[in-house]
């Protein structure tokens, strides 16, 4: 197999596994905003759990580029073995 046949396959590999695939950037910031939208705050952990974003903080700076209006609280989780600083993301609407 040469150079040209192995990239060849490699690249209709990346096209079959990303049209397989559907979790894209766009729609976990749509998830994101709907989530936002209906419960008013989304934590690290619940995009994590919940929405199955693994770096909920991308999707969110991502949307503060597009205009919206999201904050960043700070909390603490402890989970009994150990304490995690985690960010709580409260979308405001009609803020002046």
């Known amino acids: ?3 040209t046949t192995t990239a060849a396959n490699l690249g209709s590999r990346k096209e079959k596994l990303s049209s397989d695939y559907t979790c894209t950037a766009y729609s976990q910031r749509q998830q994101i905003l709907d989530w936002l939208i209906l419960h008013n705050t989304l934590t690290t952990l619940q995009a994590r ?3 199955d974003i693994m770096h909920p903080a991308a999707r969110i700076q991502e949307l503060r580029e597009q205009g919206h209006n999201i904050i ?3 909390t603490t989780d402890d989970n009994g073995k150990y304490k995690h600083r985690v960010a709580c993301y409260v979308l ?3 803020a002046v």
């Open 72 to 74: 960043t609280h700070w």
């Open 92 to 94: 405001l609407v009609g």
């Open 49 to 51: 759990k919940e929405l």
């Open 1 to 3: 197999m040469n150079a």
